[in-house]
């Protein structure tokens, strides 16, 4: 009676064991990542897939999955020690990539995993990469960011909003902020950059909200 019973505890255990046990995947960890397909991502995992390999675009998979907003996904990777900060051959971290991307939903995912942001940073990338995603704009505020931060040339984000005639980004920043009236290196306002790109409409929008051509004649 006694080896019957230990017997059948056995095979229930092997039982047990076989049905937690994940099928092999049946597609590359690219693949899987790309699509968003989650049983084969757990798969890889269960299989120990290395999941901190570069894809051959650069990429990590945490990249893959903030780019594209997919939360679960991300909190998946996550737990299964994901590296973080990882940059891809852009150096872009998939925080940035979150935010540049208006997954902010992701992005706030990251951020509460302890995930580094410098928004100022990522402010200045979005106005280069003409982004207009009023959301994005507002997290980057929410975040910290200094709107009057400027590349090399002195542009702010706002100026360089005007001279790709970003009309979204301009009335976001300005919604929330920007200096109408800051200067870049050779003295030029948001409202000197849009009469020069022709942007009429930008110019009107920053001639009401206070915006010169000019700090010297305030004209």
């Not at 084969?40 to 999955?65: K, S």
């Not at 903030?66 to 940059?87: H, S, T, W, Y």
């Not at 208006?102 to 003409?130: I, M, Y």
Request: glycine share 6%; with cysteine; hydrophobic share 45%.
């Amino acid at each position: 009676m006694m080896k019957s019973r230990i017997l059948t505890f056995v095979l229930l255990g092997l039982m047990v064991g076989a049905c937690s046990r994940l099928e092999e995947p049946t597609v590359s960890w690219q693949l899987a990542v790309v699509r968003g397909d989650i049983e084969q991502v757990e798969r890889h995992i269960h299989w120990e897939t290395d999941i901190n390999i570069p894809f051959p675009n650069g990429r990590y998979p945490l990249h893959e999955a903030a780019a594209k907003g997919r939360v679960i996904m991300l909190k998946l990777l996550l737990e299964n020690d994901a590296q973080l900060d990882v940059e891809d051959t852009e150096g872009r971290t998939p925080l940035e990539l979150a935010v540049l991307n208006g997954r902010t939903q992701a992005a706030s995912v990251l951020l509460r995993a302890n995930a580094q942001l410098d928004a100022s940073k990522v402010l200045l990338v979005a106005a280069r990469k003409n982004v207009e995603d009023r959301d994005v704009v507002r997290f980057l505020k929410e975040q910290g960011a200094d709107f009057e931060v400027a590349d090399e040339q002195g542009n702010t984000p706002l100026m360089l909003a005007v001279s790709q005639k970003n009309h979204r980004l301009t009335h976001h920043l300005v919604e929330q902020g920007a200096d109408v009236n800051a200067t870049n290196q050779v003295g030029k306002t948001p409202l000197a950059l849009a009469e020069e790109v022709g942007a009429t409409e930008l110019v009107l929008f920053l001639q009401r909200n206070g915006g010169v051509r000019s700090q010297a004649t305030g004209q």
